[in-house]
């Protein structure tokens, strides 16, 4: 780095080798990079030797400026950037950007100083070690590293994205910052809206999202406590791997439509399962595989290990390959009876016991990723200039925007009074009086995404319709929120289980 420079001097770079611009009162010697410049060696010639800002800011994320900072020469004499270069951990300072309770003047009757130090934690290990990779194999489409697993297994952040519960008992977060013990819903909040804040949506999945789903079946039903201690070591530690096999191409949310069969050996020592399941979530690398099968009384669940008679092959969908979207097939699998979860023929209560949890997270995730592209929309407006003044001064945009933030906050208050709900519930409770009010919370949560998405990528026009870029955030949500809509449940199935759930509780005297 040279030292305190002058626009004069700057201006005299303007040479074929020579080109020097000015991106918020710093110098960048762009010489050596016009050949490589995405947007053309053209455009830095015409701006050679001058300030460059708006034009820079009008193309560019500032993330740019950050990759490339060997390019940078010097500040300019007397000049201070303006520019906020955020670091890993902090907080957004954009109003709406961060949940009320994480803004300093505002208060909030739920989160005390041990959610707040698990926030800061997680959200500097999500930009230090999940971002990076996030970015890197959403657009590979290759599968999460193990080092990142191992460094998540580490610091117990894969056991705690299970929600609360036995498994975190004598577990340190973070090296201690939070007791496995004193975790409750609201730390899984934060640990929930935090990772998801990496902004990719196939990698967000490909991130271990099959064990958040079925790792708790296996906690909670297996009936053989060595199989169980070994298959929860195994997972939380990182080694192994284990996925959800429930939806099939016959069958999604209509469960007793499933055809994988399952049938007792002669010696009655194994099940035979045969059948085949798509759509599952981390499949085809996963060991375990918590299986829905048809037995001849109902529907059960199996914990069936990668074996003989296990294929798994991609299946190829709207988001990253990083998922690792997965068709199984199972031919004459071998599965030893102890590996039955819950009652044989009751299956059913084994899958929905989790699905509360899963929708939650559902909901918690995709209202933070609607805030994250409300920030997004609200720096756009104010940087983009067009017909001579900054989007922000149009009526248009801003009643845009209006809309985005009551979406945005209303999830926001629904989660939270949800998850406050959780905590003082036991899990049967939950499961009797929330499994209504979560699938409304989920599918509102959805609907919201979708007009979300809308309204922001006209607010980005051709960029939200661009994978890189400035518009990469919100082409990403409107290509991939309907993966919410979806996974989990559907949206109409959900709406009206949360009708139905009502109705039972409906006093037969209220009249009118
Ligand atoms: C330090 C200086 C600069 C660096 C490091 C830089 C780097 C980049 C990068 C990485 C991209 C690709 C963005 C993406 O699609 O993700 C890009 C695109 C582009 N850049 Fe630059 N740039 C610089 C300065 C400028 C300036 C001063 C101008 C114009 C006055 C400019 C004009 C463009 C254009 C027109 C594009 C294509 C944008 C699009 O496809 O929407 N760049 N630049």
């Known amino acids: 780095m040279k030292g305190p420079l002058t626009r004069q001097e700057v201006a005299k770079h303007t040479s074929e080798e020579d080109i020097w611009v000015i991106v918020d009162h710093k110098v960048y010697d762009v010489s050596d990079f016009i050949d490589a410049h995405p947007g053309g060696e053209v455009v830095l010639r015409q701006v050679a030797g001058q300030d460059a800002t708006e034009a820079f800011y009008n193309l560019h994320r500032h993330e740019v400026l950050q990759q490339y900072k060997s390019l940078l020469v010097g500040t300019l004499e007397g000049e201070k950037p303006e520019a906020i270069d955020p670091q890993p951990g902090d907080l957004s300072t954009v109003p709406y950007a961060e949940p009320l309770w994480l803004n300093k003047s505002f208060h909030s009757p739920y989160f005390n100083d041990s959610h707040r130090k698990l926030q800061r934690a997680v959200r500097e290990f999500t930009e230090k070690h999940i971002i990076p990779e996030a970015m890197e194999k959403e657009k590979d489409g290759t599968y999460i590293s193990q080092d990142l697993i191992n460094k998540m297994a580490e610091v117990n952040l894969l056991a705690c994205r299970l929600g609360p519960g036995k498994h975190l008992q004598g577990r340190k977060i973070f090296g201690g910052i939070v007791k496995g013990e004193e975790y409750d819903y609201f730390h899984d909040l934060v640990v929930t809206q935090e990772i998801v804040r990496a902004n990719m949506r ?3 999945d490909g991130n ?3 064990m ?10 297996c009936k053989d406590d060595a199989l169980r ?6 997972v939380l530690s ?10 099939e191409a016959f069958a999604g949310s209509d469960v007793a439509g499933l055809r994988t069969t399952a049938e007792l050996s002669d010696d009655g020592k194994h099940y035979i399962v045969n059948g085949t399941k798509k759509w599952i979530t981390n499949g085809m ?6 299986t829905g099968c048809k037995t001849p009384k109902g529907f059960s669940v199996l914990l069936i290990e990668r074996g003989e008679g296990v294929e798994t092959k991609p299946v190829k969908t709207s988001y990253s390959a990083a998922a690792a979207t997965t068709y199984i097939e199972f031919n004459n699998v071998k599965v030893p009876k102890e590996n039955l979860l819950g009652p044989e023929d009751k299956g059913f209560v084994v899958i929905m016991s989790n699905f509360n949890h899963e929708r ?4 918690a995730m995709v209202s933070r990723w609607s805030r994250t592209v409300f920030e997004e929309c609200f720096k756009w407006s104010h940087q983009r200039r067009v017909f001579g003044k900054a989007l922000i001064e149009q009526p248009v945009i801003r009643a845009k925007l209006a809309k985005i933030i009551q979406h945005v906050e209303a999830n926001q208050a629904w989660v939270e009074s949800i998850t406050y709900q959780m905590t003082k519930m036991s899990y049967p409770e939950q499961s009797k009086q929330l499994s209504g009010p979560i699938a409304l919370l989920k599918t509102f949560c959805t609907r919201s995404a979708h007009e979300i998405a809308d309204e922001a990528t006209n607010i980005f ?3 939200g319709l661009t994978q890189t870029g400035m518009g990469r955030v919100v082409e990403m949500f409107n290509r991939t929120n309907k993966f919410d809509a979806i996974l989990g449940g559907a949206e109409e199935v959900l709406a009206d289980l949360g009708v139905r759930q009502a109705m039972r509780f409906m006093p037969a005297g209220a009249k009118l």
């Not at 958040?212 to 039903?221: D, F």
């Not at 690398?285 to 918590?290: L, R």
């Open 238 to 247: 990182g080694k192994k791997k284990i996925c959800l096999a429930v939806t």
């Open 202 to 204: 196939g990698f967000q």
């Open 212 to 221: 958040t789903i079925s790792l708790t079946a296996v906690h909670a039903w």
């Open 229 to 234: 201690e070994r298959v929860s070591q195994e």
């Open 360 to 363: 939650f997270m559902m909901a």
């Open 208 to 210: 271990m999202a099959g």
């Open 285 to 290: 690398w996963c060991d375990y595989f918590v």
């Open 461 to 463: 026009g051709g960029r």
